[in-house]
């Protein structure tokens, strides 16, 4: 019987140990057999294997995602502040103030995009 523990797989550096079991009623020379094994399996593991520019370009699509998540929670700040029941003043003054932080976000976005299609223009093959 061969037993492996993956009970305490997670995203680090594990230690597996598996066990060959024998019936020793049925064999007199019983053997055991144990293995460790150490596998990285997290992220900075995985972007050992990656060059500088698959590093670069996982990168900016990190925080590409990131500044979309942004923009999309600022969008709905910006909703919100549109139909809240503030005065005017106050309201047009939140209205205003939260689209110079979604202008600023879709700037940033868009400066990241570039970027990236900068790095990548080197990576694409065009060879058919």
């Known amino acids: 019987m061969t037993t492996i523990n993956t009970s305490s797989l997670g995203s680090y550096s594990s230690v597996f140990a598996a066990g060959v079991k024998t019936d020793d ?4 020379d019983a053997t055991s057999i144990s293995v460790n ?7 900075a593991a995985a972007q050992e294997a990656l060059t500088p520019s698959q590093q670069a370009i996982q990168q900016l699509q990190d925080q590409i995602k990131e500044a ?3 923009l999309l929670e600022q969008q709905k700040q ?7 029941k503030l005065p005017d003043a106050e309201k047009s003054q939140q209205v205003m103030a939260m689209q110079q932080q979604v202008s600023a ?3 940033q976005l868009s400066a990241l995009q570039g970027a990236l299609l900068e790095l990548m223009k080197g990576n694409v093959s065009t060879k058919a």
């Open 68 to 70: 979309q998540k942004r």
């Open 37 to 43: 094994l150490n596998i990285k399996t997290d992220k």
């Open 25 to 28: 009623s049925k064999a007199s």
């Open 78 to 84: 910006l909703a919100t502040a549109q139909n809240s």
């Open 105 to 107: 976000t879709i700037a």
